[in-house]
């Protein structure tokens, strides 16, 4: 099965600093998602990593608050910028090898934010 | 917004058949329908996908009938183990796809 990497696993931020995460796949995918999961709560859908190109937002989120790079088929970076306490949350990138195949998730990154 | 309904939780007992049911109202034609299982501290994990019928794996049963309005994912003989966050999603990752996660079903299994 697919090996996702998924780094930094936790930090500890303070406000009004930004934070990457990058996420690594081990094989080349077809689709990469970022979500986030808010204490004791579901996954939001971020964005869709495209390759080359600049990422699909859903509604509420923003390029200037969560830029995304995908400069290759195996590779997604995601950045919060300008952080605050509500942006404390499990992040987690996702990955589609073949088209209607299952979502494969990294462990994801515990953000907390002073 | 999400395209699924579920229970919000669920409790059994260990050795017991659980059986969660998904709504899908609003399931398209070419949509699949996956459920995912997540544990604390850790991201989803699929658990099983179909698109009719009934499908079988290693770990549970899905059953979807005629209409696909609906899904009933059946675990057999739970354990502890088993307690966890189980959501149901229905779409395609095909071109343009992505995936919306619903509130899920937290089930506590019981000793």
């Known amino acids: 099965s697919a090996v996702i990497s998924q780094k930094p696993s936790r930090d500890i931020c303070q406000r009004g600093t930004s934070l990457t995460i990058q996420c690594q796949v081990d094989?080349?995918?077809?689709?990469m998602f970022w979500y986030r999961q808010q204490p004791g709560q579901s996954l939001t859908l971020i964005a869709t990593?495209?390759?080359?190109?600049?990422?699909?937002?859903e509604s509420g989120f923003v390029i200037d608050k969560f830029p995304i790079s995908r400069p290759n088929l195996t590779f997604s970076t995601l950045t919060v910028s300008n952080m605050s306490p509500e942006d404390s949350s499990i992040y987690l990138c996702?990955?589609?090898?073949?088209?209607?195949?299952?979502?494969?998730f990294g462990s994801g990154t515990q953000l907390s934010v002073l | 917004l999400a395209k699924t309904t579920q229970p919000i939780s669920m409790d059994s007992y260990e050795g017991q058949e659980v059986n969660i049911t998904c709504s899908h109202n609003?399931?398209?034609?070419?949509?699949?329908i996956t459920w995912y299982q997540q544990f604390p501290s850790q991201g989803p994990r699929f658990i099983i996908q179909?698109?009719?019928t009934k499908v079988t794996n290693e770990v549970a049963s899905l059953f979807i009938p005629a209409d696909r309005k609906s899904s009933t994912l059946s675990l057999p003989r739970v354990s502890l183990s088993d307690t966890a966050v189980y959501y149901c999603?229905?779409?395609?990752?095909?071109?343009?796809?992505?995936?919306?996660f619903g509130q899920g079903t937290t089930l506590q299994v019981k000793p």
């Open positions: 996702s990955v589609v090898f073949t088209t209607n195949e299952k979502l494969f």
């Open positions: 094989s080349q995918v077809t689709m």
């Open positions: 990593a495209n390759q080359g190109s600049e990422a699909t937002y």
């Open positions: 609003n399931i398209a034609t070419n949509d699949y």
């Open positions: 179909g698109y009719k």
């Open positions: 999603l229905d779409g395609t990752t095909g071109n343009t796809g992505k995936l919306i």
